[in-house]
């Protein structure tokens, strides 16, 4: 098993691995039809067994603070992809490449990383066991075509909202869990690289 920068031609591979690995996550329908090109530097890894690519991460940098990260303090990395093929779970695969960025990380004089994900409970374990802490929430909307026209307007002459994709970050969780079907949690997790800890609840 081999950790080596990403290039260009693993796209595909790189593509359908992040499909597969989201397909039983809260993330199922966040499908790519082609890999981003970060405006900042980044640490783009993969992991290779056999000549198949069976892990990932990309990592954009903040070129001076706050550029791409959301803490107030320090230069932070966003870890934007993660993921492992389903059939190499559990062999530390993802362990490995956030321990290649973190090498990396330092030589690049980041202070923090920081990820956001849903409620998927391996997913929080991973980050929590890795030394991450929460540090702020708020929640994902999906409206179906019924829940869109009983929520929003639209402004445009002829034009029916038939699905809603939403943000909330107010107090009243429980209201709007009630009012719609599908709605995530999304977690802001930080781990500190050097220096101590950052407040969980800053």
Same mark, same amino acid.
């Given at each position: 098993?081999?950790?080596?920068?990403?290039?260009? @031609?693993?796209?595909?591979?790189?593509?359908?691995?992040?499909?597969?690995?989201?397909?039983?996550?809260?993330?199922? @329908?966040?499908?790519?039809?082609?890999?981003?090109?970060?405006?900042?530097?980044?640490?783009?890894?993969?992991?290779?067994?056999?000549?198949?690519?069976?892990?990932?991460?990309?990592?954009?940098?903040?070129?001076?603070?706050?550029?791409?990260? &959301?803490?107030?303090?320090?230069?932070?990395?966003?870890?934007?992809?993660?993921?492992?093929?389903?059939?190499?779970?559990?062999? &530390?695969?993802?362990?490995?490449?956030?321990?290649?960025?973190?090498?990396?990380? #330092?030589?690049?004089?980041?202070?923090?990383?920081?990820?956001? !994900?849903?409620?998927?409970?391996?997913?929080?374990?991973?980050?929590?066991?890795?030394?991450?802490?929460?540090? !702020? &929430?708020?929640?994902?909307?999906?409206?179906?075509?019924?829940?869109?026209?009983?929520?929003?307007?639209? #402004?445009?002459?002829?034009? !029916?909202?038939?699905?809603?994709?939403?943000?909330?970050?107010? @107090?009243?969780?429980?209201?709007?869990?009630?009012?719609? !079907?599908?709605? #995530?949690?999304?977690?802001?997790?930080?781990?500190?690289?050097?220096?101590? &800890?950052?407040?969980?609840?800053?």
């Amino acid at each position: 098993m081999k950790v080596r920068p990403y290039v260009a @031609d693993d796209e595909r591979d790189w593509l359908r691995l992040r499909v597969l690995a989201f397909l039983d996550t809260p993330y199922y @329908d966040n499908v790519l039809q082609a890999k981003e090109r970060y405006r900042n530097p980044a640490i783009e890894l993969v992991c290779v067994e056999a000549g198949q690519l069976v892990g990932l991460i990309d990592v954009e940098l903040d070129s001076d603070r706050r550029s791409v990260c &959301s803490l107030k303090e320090g230069k932070g990395g966003m870890i934007w992809h993660i993921a492992v093929h389903p059939d190499y779970r559990r062999r &530390s695969i993802a362990s490995l490449l956030l321990a290649e960025v973190e090498k990396a990380a #330092h030589g690049h004089r980041l202070d923090y990383l920081e990820a956001w !994900t849903r409620e998927d409970p391996a997913a929080n374990q991973w980050y929590k066991r890795h030394l991450f802490r929460q540090h !702020t &929430s708020y929640l994902h909307v999906y409206m179906d075509a019924e829940e869109a026209k009983r929520s929003t307007h639209s #402004h445009c002459q002829d034009v !029916t909202p038939l699905g809603v994709f939403a943000h909330y970050s107010g @107090d009243r969780e429980e209201d709007v869990r009630n009012a719609f !079907t599908r709605v #995530h949690e999304c977690r802001c997790y930080v781990k500190q690289l050097k220096g101590e &800890s950052l407040d969980a609840n800053a």
